[in-house]
């Protein structure tokens, strides 16, 4: 029982890190909520090292992840036949939030999933957000994640192999 309320606080814990990483890095890019690829790059920071373990364990390098996205948010700005270079409206950082956390709905869809699936997320890691955001069709994860040569299902089956692995120790 002891082990199971210790599991519960430190996953409280990594929520929270998580969700204020996925803050601060869609601030980072302008956005003033946090979209999937920001709860991805936050699970990058998370101090367990299964999310950048499970890119390497698939030849990735999670440092691609960042000028992936940008380039998605480049990518959107041309589709609308905006020049994101003119413009350092594009580049500044958003202000803080002056409410309760929320995310886009890309961001609340990562952690809808991560809630449901929470009774076998003992302890939470950073890999299971890279399994839920690898499993994303849609969204500037994915595209960033296809932008950068990554096999979604070979990315979400590496995530997977390593959270077995962490029930398992």
């Known amino acids: 029982m002891f082990s199971s309320i210790k599991a519960r606080f430190q996953n ?3 929520i929270k890190a998580l969700c204020e990483g996925a803050e601060r890095h ?34 990735a390098d999670s440092a691609g992840l960042r000028p992936a996205i940008e380039r998605q948010y480049a990518d959107g700005l041309k589709l609308v036949g905006l020049d994101p270079t003119l413009s350092d409206v594009f580049a500044a950082p958003a202000p803080p ?21 929470r009774v076998g997320h003992r302890p939470l890691l950073g890999a299971h ?15 960033a994640l296809r932008v950068m040569g990554i096999d979604a299902a070979a990315l979400q089956a ?3 192999n390593i959270i077995r692995e962490k029930q398992a120790s």
């Open 97 to 117: 939030k002056q409410k309760l956390y929320d995310a886009a709905p890309s961001g609340q869809a990562v952690m809808q999933a991560l809630a449901a699936e």
């Open 26 to 59: 869609a601030r980072e890019d302008g956005q003033r909520d946090a979209g999937a690829e920001h709860f991805l790059l936050a699970a990058f920071d998370l101090p367990d090292g299964t999310a950048r373990r499970a890119f390497a364990a698939i030849g």
């Open 158 to 160: 590496a995530a997977l």
């Open 129 to 143: 957000v890279v399994d839920v955001v690898a499993g994303m069709p849609h969204g500037v994860a994915a595209r």
């Open 12 to 14: 409280i814990g990594t």
